[in-house]
């Protein structure tokens, strides 16, 4: 009951994601000029949702497809499927029964952007379940990523223990059909495991620590301390733009805190501390900058360990 009531009050915060595009304010005259998802893809995600006679139920309703017009559907909470790039997403509802499915596979172009959006709604607390590359369940959901595709089942049942089994079920055809391949994307095994805390990576492609210029990046926690430290791995296009984006951070830490040089760490590294981060460490290695926000007293040991990582991943 406290992983699902924790999950619904997520859910409830992220319809208040503010979009990019203004589709939540779009008058039905624009929302006629949206482009309709295209037969391919369509046809993609249709072969994804289950045939209910293999699974003892029946359709509600035909299969519905959304691509820009993902408004239409989630209205508040698209904005943070587009900022992962989102394509398009697979409807369907299925009566088994006394029990309702609903199955969306939401098609994200590729891999790394399916888990960001997956991350973004995961917590470490969940309940995991063996299904697709990664997923949870609550008493009445299921969400997994694998490939491209982020999947999110939901059921209701007056005898809601039933439930999950039925969407257990579920889960599994629609993972069968995207295939065997059930990774996470390989980029995720940079991260050193010294302290690193299981189900805390993520993936932003927008403002990660709120600032655009980092973006996109990757991100973990990892238990040193009562509160974890977390490890940003912004991806730059090459060397010179990692280098300018530790300056741009260096900055920012300056002007809300302090900030000195970290010469022993690296060269052009930098410690400080931030009004909004709390303590800090930058700095560059091949196209990453890297920050370790809240590190350890003593972070040596395993910032090294960082940089060997990011060193060997070339």
Not at 247 to 273: H, W
């Given at each position: 009951?406290?992983?699902?009531?924790?999950?619904?009050?997520?859910?409830?915060?992220?319809?208040?994601?503010?979009?990019?595009?203004?589709?939540?304010?779009?008058?039905?005259?624009?929302?006629?000029?949206?482009?309709?998802?295209?037969?391919?893809?369509?046809?993609?995600?249709?072969?994804?949702?289950?045939?209910?006679?293999?699974?003892?139920?029946?359709?509600?309703g035909d299969a519905r497809f959304y691509g820009m017009d993902l408004y239409e559907y989630i209205n508040g909470?698209?904005?943070?499927?587009?900022?992962?790039?989102?394509?398009?997403?697979?409807?369907?509802?299925?009566?088994?029964?006394?029990?309702?499915?609903?199955?969306?596979?939401?098609?994200?172009?590729?891999?790394?952007?399916?888990?960001?959006?997956?991350?973004?709604?995961?917590?470490?607390?969940?309940?995991?379940?063996?299904?697709?590359?990664?997923?949870?369940?609550?008493?009445?959901?299921?969400?997994?990523?694998?490939?491209?595709?982020?999947?999110?089942?939901?059921?209701?049942?007056?005898?809601?223990?039933?439930?999950?089994?039925?969407?257990?079920?579920?889960?599994?055809?629609?993972?069968?059909?995207?295939?065997?391949?059930?990774?996470?994307?390989?980029?995720?095994?940079?991260f050193p495991s010294m302290g690193l805390i299981p189900r805390s990576h993520s993936f932003e492609k927008r403002?990660p620590l709120g600032y655009e210029f980092l973006a996109p990046a990757l991100l973990a926690k990892y238990a040193?301390?009562?509160?974890?430290?977390?490890?940003?791995?912004?991806?730059?296009?090459?060397?010179?733009?990692?280098?300018?984006?530790?300056?741009?951070?260096?900055?920012?830490?300056?002007?809300?805190?302090?900030?000195?040089?970290?010469?022993?760490?690296?060269?052009?590294?930098?410690?400080?501390?931030?009004?909004?981060?709390?303590?800090?460490?930058?700095?560059?290695?091949?196209?990453?900058?890297?920050?370790?926000?809240?590190?350890?007293?003593?972070?040596?040991?395993?910032?090294?360990?960082?940089?060997?990582?990011?060193?060997?991943?070339?």
């Amino acid at each position: 009951m406290r992983n699902y009531a924790c999950l619904a009050m997520f859910l409830m915060a992220v319809s208040f994601v503010p979009m990019p595009f203004g589709q939540e304010e779009m008058s039905g005259a624009g929302a006629e000029e949206i482009k309709p998802v295209s037969p391919e893809i369509r046809n993609q995600l249709a072969t994804l949702l289950p045939d209910p006679e293999s699974l003892g139920a029946r359709r509600d309703g035909d299969a519905r497809f959304y691509g820009m017009d993902l408004y239409e559907y989630i209205n508040g909470g698209a904005g943070a499927f587009h900022n992962y790039d989102f394509v398009a997403l697979g409807h369907q509802d299925y009566k088994k029964e006394d029990t309702d499915i609903t199955v969306d596979v939401y098609y994200m172009g590729n891999p790394l952007n399916a888990f960001g959006i997956y991350a973004a709604e995961r917590s470490p607390d969940y309940e995991f379940i063996p299904v697709g590359a990664e997923g949870y369940q609550a008493e009445s959901l299921i969400h997994f990523v694998q490939g491209p595709y982020y999947v999110k089942l939901s059921g209701f049942s007056e005898n809601q223990g039933g439930v999950q089994n039925v969407l257990r079920a579920f889960a599994g055809e629609v993972s069968r059909r995207i295939g065997d391949d059930k990774s996470l994307p390989e980029i995720l095994r940079i991260f050193p495991s010294m302290g690193l805390i299981p189900r805390s990576h993520s993936f932003e492609k927008r403002a990660p620590l709120g600032y655009e210029f980092l973006a996109p990046a990757l991100l973990a926690k990892y238990a040193f301390r009562e509160e974890p430290s977390t490890l940003v791995l912004s991806m730059a296009a090459s060397g010179e733009e990692a280098r300018e984006r530790i300056q741009k951070m260096r900055e920012r830490v300056a002007k809300s805190g302090e900030v000195a040089d970290y010469p022993e760490l690296a060269a052009g590294a930098f410690r400080g501390t931030d009004r909004y981060q709390g303590g800090i460490i930058g700095f560059a290695v091949d196209t990453y900058a890297v920050f370790a926000v809240k590190p350890p007293e003593h972070p040596e040991a395993w910032v090294k360990s960082v940089m060997k990582a990011l060193a060997g991943e070339k």
